[in-house]
C-alpha cells in the first residue's frame, strides 16, 4: 500500500511560516499524523470535515488557534491550500474560498 503524503501549496507554505513556532510545531505533528496512519484514521481533536473536499488541520498555540484547509488530490497526496490564524468561532467563508480556488487552480 502507498503511504500518503502532505504537500503545501507554494502560497500556503509562506503563510504557514509566518505561524509561531509553536503552531508550527503542531502542524508538522499533524501531517507526520496523517502521513503516518492515513487521514481516515487521524479525527479530532487534530483534524475535521469543512466541507466538499476541504478539510481542516487544527493547530492551537499559546497565541491562539490556526487552521490549515486541505484537500486529499491524486490518489494519496494531502494539498495544504490555505493557512490562517483563526479569529472567529466559525472559519471564515473568505478562508474557505481561498482554499477552493487554491484546488481549482492546481493541476
Known sequence: ???WTVALH???ESELLALPADMRARFV???EL???VGPQRVGLPHIRPLEGKLWEMRMQGRD???RAVYAA??????LVLHVFVKKTQTTPRAALETARKRLEATP
Open 1 to 3: 500500500m502507498e503511504a
Open 10 to 12: 507554494p502560497l500556503a
Open 29 to 31: 505533528r499533524i501531517a
Open 34 to 36: 496523517l502521513q503516518d
Open 64 to 66: 491562539g488557534i490556526a
Open 73 to 78: 488530490v491524486q490518489g494519496r497526496r494531502l
